[in-house]
């Protein structure tokens, strides 16, 4: 089973709502919060929330918007077919030189695609801001495997993390294979896990040097101990 919404033009009518839904919005962050990209990118992530269901329309069967902290997505929705969506709303301020966002974990990741029934979806909004106003200038509505290898990178955290290498660079291949997308995904940590080993040798070197270091110090820093405080009578 694939979605009917990515293998179809249905995902770009979607694109295009969320761009009209949000630069619709009277302004609803203050001056200062405008200069924020994090307090910007929880308030759209808020008000996508609150209207996600009326923005996907009869697509959606059903739509969730609670999530603990951590979760993979900020909102979900199942469709008429079964597939279920976990989003993760992405945010970038255009004028901002760089930003490098996780997307995921890669182990969670492969647990959740073990189900063909899941879709790990990125709604990535860029925006620009000029005086008090927030002006959406592209939205991208896509599963993580219509991103290119060439815009991703993996972070060294835990067992590695999907990242978008530069938000100003997003390169897509619509409607791309699953299979091919998580068989790349493969090969990329089959090239990163060594790399990560290498340095992690060269770390334990290190402190095995600073270990044989210390090891032949003087204690010049230590003091003899402080006698606990003796009860004195009445």
């Not at 962050?29 to 307090?39: E, I």
């Not at 990329?188 to 080993?197: A, D, G, K, S, V």
Request: with cysteine.
């Amino acid at each position: 089973m694939r979605s009917n919404i990515f293998y179809s033009s249905v995902y770009l009518d979607v694109q295009t709502r969320v761009k009209e839904f949000l630069n619709a919005q009277e302004t609803f962050l203050s001056p200062t919060s405008l200069k924020s990209p994090r307090a910007v990118g929880d308030a759209l992530q808020d008000v996508l929330a609150e209207r996600f269901s009326e923005v996907m329309g009869p697509l959606a069967a059903s739509c969730s918007t609670e999530f603990a902290r951590r979760a993979m997505a900020d909102v979900a929705f199942t469709d008429r077919d079964g597939i279920y969506y976990v989003v993760d709303v992405k945010t970038h301020r255009k004028d901002t030189k760089f930003n490098m966002p996780n997307l995921t974990s890669v182990e969670r990741l492969a647990r959740f695609y073990e189900s063909d029934t899941n879709c790990f979806v990125i709604l990535f909004i860029a925006y620009s801001v000029a005086g008090e106003r927030l002006t959406v200038s592209d939205v991208h509505f896509v599963p993580i495997e219509f991103l290119d290898w060439s815009c991703l990178t993996i972070g060294a955290l835990g067992w590695g993390q999907i990242q978008i290498a530069n938000s100003n660079l997003i390169r897509l291949r619509p409607q791309y294979s699953r299979k091919a997308w998580m068989l790349e995904l493969c090969e990329e940590l089959l090239q990163f896990y060594p790399r990560e080993i290498a340095k992690i040798s060269e770390r334990i070197k290190r402190f095995e040097r600073v270990r044989e270091l210390w090891g032949g110090k003087a204690d010049t820093w230590s003091a003899p101990p402080i006698e606990p405080p003796t009860d004195v009578p009445a």
